[in-house]
């Protein structure tokens, strides 16, 4: 019913930056937060940066000050920009929406993820 699609992964250098983008669709009433976590290869999935309706943000510590998450209410748009790119950064990307429906029902919506490699 509803989906949420990224885009804008890709390869990058330490020190470079890439802009990320969420596109929420379908039967959507409202949408409450919205998130991007990351997971690496035989890591868990992190929370990466998560945004309320408002503009209200907090991000993970490990990329406060180079990350920043921001919002399109308008066109249920989430976007990650990401500047000083390091290689630690490196793992898939999934943007997550709390989402409620036109019957009032709510839950986490994940995206198909998107790659991003940081490598010299």
């Known amino acids: 019913q509803v989906q949420l699609v990224e885009s804008g992964g890709g390869l990058v250098r330490p020190g470079g930056s890439l802009r990320l983008s969420c596109v929420a669709s379908?039967?959507?009433?409202?949408?409450?937060?919205m998130g991007w976590y990351r997971q690496a290869p035989g890591k868990q999935r992190e929370l990466v940066a998560r945004?309320?309706?408002?503009?209200?943000?907090n991000y993970a510590d490990s990329v406060k000050g180079r990350f920043t998450i921001s919002r399109d209410n308008a066109k249920n748009t989430a976007y990650l920009q990401m500047n000083s790119l390091k290689p630690e950064d490196t793992a898939v990307y999934y943007c997550?929406?709390?989402?409620?429906?036109?019957?009032?029902?709510?839950?986490?919506?994940w995206g198909q993820g998107t790659q991003v490699t940081v490598s010299s």
């Open positions: 379908g039967s959507i009433f409202t949408i409450n937060a």
């Open positions: 997550n929406a709390n989402v409620f429906d036109y019957a009032m029902t709510g839950g986490d919506v």
């Open positions: 945004a309320s309706r408002d503009g209200s943000t």
